[in-house]
């Protein structure tokens, strides 16, 4: 039980910080080579900044200075990725108190609960990311795809495969929390039927034989009177 939560958490957390890598990487779609006259100038874009580089290494970024002339689809896929930060972020803190191994978090039973709410919070995070992820990439290939588009066409970039990567450990990780959960509560069950079993035989034993058998309680009773007649 201890191990597959200590896996667990630590492929969470590994998801959340990919997760953080993939929102802070500028290189959300990069402009193709096939189409571009220039090879040795690139241009690269982010949620949060649009970026133009060449072969020397020497690169330029212009940050999105507005909020509201933004894309739509680029608002939507800047609030699945912060939310997942956000899921993640108390989802380790649930995970942290309802593991087997930690001193803090209360009884066995709220631990296994706590762990149980990790597992969702991540399960969550992960299907924020990779939404967020999978709208971006959707609207880059349509585009590249699309020939009535005239404007430059961009591939997909690094930090949609490291978001797709840490959604998928995310998803993994908090499935084992979730399975974890589950285990504990059938290990639990069993248990719990056999000592009340148990309890029960013991205080039946305990009992005189004359209250458990009425017959012979019933002949001692005559055999008392009888005597004195």
Request: net charge positive; glycine share 10%.
């Amino acid at each position: 039980m201890f191990g597959m939560q200590i896996l667990a958490m630590v492929l969470c957390v590994s998801g959340i910080g990919a997760i953080v890598v993939a929102i802070t990487s500028n290189e959300w779609k990069v402009t193709t080579r096939a189409s571009s006259v220039i090879t040795a100038t690139w241009v690269f874009q982010g949620l949060w900044m649009n970026c133009a580089g060449n072969a020397l290494g020497s690169y330029h970024c212009r940050p999105h200075l507005t909020i509201f002339r933004v894309e739509g689809f680029l608002q939507a896929c800047r609030a699945l990725m912060i939310s997942a930060v956000v899921i993640g972020f108390f989802g380790t803190v649930l995970g942290f108190l309802g593991m087997k191994c930690t001193k803090i978090g209360g009884s066995d039973q709220m631990k296994s609960k706590m762990a149980c709410a990790a597992g969702i919070l991540f399960i969550l995070s992960g299907l924020c990311t990779l939404s967020g992820c999978s709208l971006y990439a959707h609207k880059t290939t349509t585009e590249f795809f699309d020939p009535s588009f005239v404007s430059q066409k961009y591939e997909l970039g690094t930090a949609l495969f490291v978001g797709w990567s840490g959604a998928a450990v995310c998803l993994l990780g908090g499935c084992i929390f979730c399975c974890s959960f589950a285990a504990e509560c059938n290990r639990s069950r069993p248990g719990y039927s056999h000592a009340k079993a148990r309890s029960l035989m013991s205080l039946r034993s305990r009992e005189p034989k004359a209250e458990r058998d009425p017959m012979a309680q019933g002949f001692s009773k005559d055999f008392k009177t009888n005597s004195y007649v």
